[in-house]
């Protein structure tokens, strides 16, 4: 049941829903649709595109794609610029000054890695999961979460128009539920529903 039972919605099922298609989101949906082909995976995005909640620029450790899609580079994966040199600099009211490379931790250490426009790389992302039968739905907010008891049992998605009370105002627009066996959420913290996440984080992620 949602938190507003008054309202009734139109609900679709899934094995897995996940919310936020950013590299996170897509690559576990791909990485479900490899371990079970059978598996219905629906991934919800709140931006109008793939991508478009994405930063752009990135260096990209290729490490986890070589395990999800080992054939990437002859996929044309938009990954093409490698890192040629790091250098770091301290920045002060006199200018810069050079530290070398030597005292870095390894992590600091970019050899073997690219730079990317992640935005880039989450559209050919979608691509590959689409190819593997994964519905994607951008434009789709989750408003809010849909409860069975105590567990996690979907989304809201797209819900509009609701008063501050949370009721349906003048404007109000029902989507639907997406509902699903196990629910992934994979967005930021300023999304509608991260005031839940402290209490469901153990149910969205049982996998």
Same mark, same amino acid.
């Given at each position: 049941?949602?938190?507003?039972?008054? =309202?009734? *919605?139109? @609900?679709?099922?899934?094995?897995?829903?996940?919310?936020?298609?950013?590299?996170? &989101?897509?690559?576990?949906?791909? *990485? !479900?649709?490899?371990?079970? #082909?059978?598996?219905?995976?629906?991934?919800?995005?709140? &931006?109008?595109?793939? /991508?478009?909640?994405?930063? @752009?620029?990135?260096?990209?450790?290729?490490? /986890?794609?070589?395990?999800? !899609?080992p054939d990437w580079?002859? $996929?044309?994966?938009? =990954? $093409?610029?490698?890192?040629? @040199?790091?250098?770091?600099? =301290? !920045? &002060?009211?006199?200018?810069?000054?050079?530290? #070398?490379?030597?005292?870095?931790?390894?992590?600091?250490?970019?050899?073997?890695?690219?730079?990317?426009? +992640?935005?880039?790389?989450? $559209?050919?992302?979608?691509?590959?999961?689409?190819?593997?039968?994964?519905?994607?739905?951008? /434009?789709?907010?989750?408003?809010?979460?849909?409860?069975?008891?105590? %567990?996690?049992?979907?989304?809201?998605? /797209?819900? +509009?128009?609701?008063?501050?009370?949370?009721?349906?105002?003048?404007?109000?627009?029902?989507?639907?539920?997406? *509902?699903?066996?196990?629910?992934?959420?994979?967005? &930021?913290? $300023?999304?509608?529903? @991260?005031?839940? %996440?402290h209490t469901t984080?153990?149910?969205?992620?049982?996998?």
């Amino acid at each position: 049941m949602t938190e507003d039972t008054a =309202i009734q *919605r139109e @609900s679709m099922d899934y094995d897995v829903v996940i919310v936020g298609a950013g590299p996170s &989101g897509l690559a576990a949906a791909i *990485r !479900l649709k490899q371990i079970d #082909p059978e598996l219905s995976v629906v991934v919800l995005e709140k &931006g109008s595109e793939v /991508g478009a909640h994405i930063l @752009s620029g990135a260096v990209l450790d290729p490490s /986890g794609l070589d395990a999800l !899609l080992p054939d990437w580079r002859e $996929r044309g994966a938009p =990954i $093409r610029t490698e890192v040629k @040199s790091d250098n770091f600099l =301290i !920045l &002060g009211p006199a200018g810069q000054m050079r530290v #070398p490379n030597w005292p870095m931790p390894p992590l600091m250490n970019n050899h073997g890695n690219y730079i990317v426009s +992640m935005g880039n790389v989450c $559209r050919w992302l979608a691509e590959q999961a689409e190819a593997l039968e994964v519905e994607i739905f951008p /434009g789709m907010a989750a408003s809010e979460l849909v409860w069975d008891g105590e %567990r996690v049992a979907g989304v809201v998605a /797209g819900e +509009m128009g609701k008063n501050h009370d949370g009721t349906p105002g003048p404007n109000y627009e029902p989507v639907m539920e997406l *509902r699903g066996k196990y629910v992934i959420s994979y967005v &930021g913290v $300023r999304c509608s529903h @991260s005031k839940h %996440r402290h209490t469901t984080l153990g149910t969205l992620t049982r996998l």
